[in-house]
């Protein structure tokens, strides 16, 4: 079961308008996420991230937001470069504990954005 | 720093044969974790060490998988033996804590290496 969802495996936009990319949970323990990005033949980058104490996060053309009652998260890039092509991960930690470094991934959407 | 490194970065070998990925973490840094992405699972987390010491093991797929940190500096994840469906990308992260609230969590992921079992 997945506890991160990433429903959208592609998204395209044009350059200079806003991408938005959207991820879904189900578990209310879940207390910290993160977004990462990733370019082929290379490994996930650290994007972003939000506490679950928050319900915005901005840094650069990059923002995250976060509603807790839909367990819902959003990134929102604007505007948008042909460089930020990338397949993006949405990732949660739960703190349980000994276990509290432990992410779960989405399974990620590849965002294009054409010249 | 040179990052988390890899190796090998490409893997092709023959059903039935042990396999060895390696990683060199991040100096400094105290937790590694081994992930395995798929088209079907995508990311997920194998198993996780803190100081070398495993943590939790609980997203390895079964017996024939078995990861160890000898020091803080080299990491392995083997499978033996090994099939077709083990064929994905497998990364290493690594991560330290007690940098701020910003990098909480914030992993550092090595380039991957591609298996493929034929």
């Known amino acids: 079961d997945q506890q991160v969802k990433q429903n959208s495996p592609s998204l395209s936009v044009q350059e200079g308008r806003i991408s938005i990319l959207n991820c879904d949970y189900t578990?209310?323990?879940?207390?910290?996420f993160l977004w990462y990005k990733k370019y082929p033949a290379e490994g996930p980058t650290f994007l972003i991230s939000?506490?679950?104490?928050?319900d915005k996060n901005e840094d650069g053309r990059f923002t995250v937001f976060l509603n807790k009652s839909a367990k819902h998260l959003s990134l929102h890039i604007v505007p948008s470069q042909p460089g930020d092509s990338a397949v993006y991960f949405c990732a949660a930690r739960q703190n349980s504990g000994g276990s509290n470094y432990k992410l779960t991934f989405g399974k990620g959407t590849l965002l294009t954005v054409n010249p | 720093d040179a990052g988390v490194i890899q190796s090998p970065r490409h893997e092709v070998t023959e059903m039935g044969q042990e396999v060895t990925l390696r990683c060199k973490p991040i100096s400094g840094h105290d937790y590694l974790f081994w992930y395995r992405q798929t088209m079907m699972r995508g990311l997920e987390l194998l198993i996780y060490f803190n100081n070398n010491v495993p943590i939790d093991d609980s997203g390895m797929p079964e017996d024939r998988f078995s990861a160890k940190m000898p020091n803080a500096s080299f990491s392995t994840l083997k499978i033996q033996p090994s099939e077709p469906r083990d064929s994905a990308v497998y990364f290493c992260a690594s991560s330290s804590r007690g940098q701020g609230s910003s990098s909480y969590n914030e992993q550092f992921f090595g380039p991957g290496t591609r298996l493929t079992v034929l």
């Open positions: 578990n209310s323990m879940f207390d910290y």
């Open positions: 939000i506490s679950s104490i928050k």
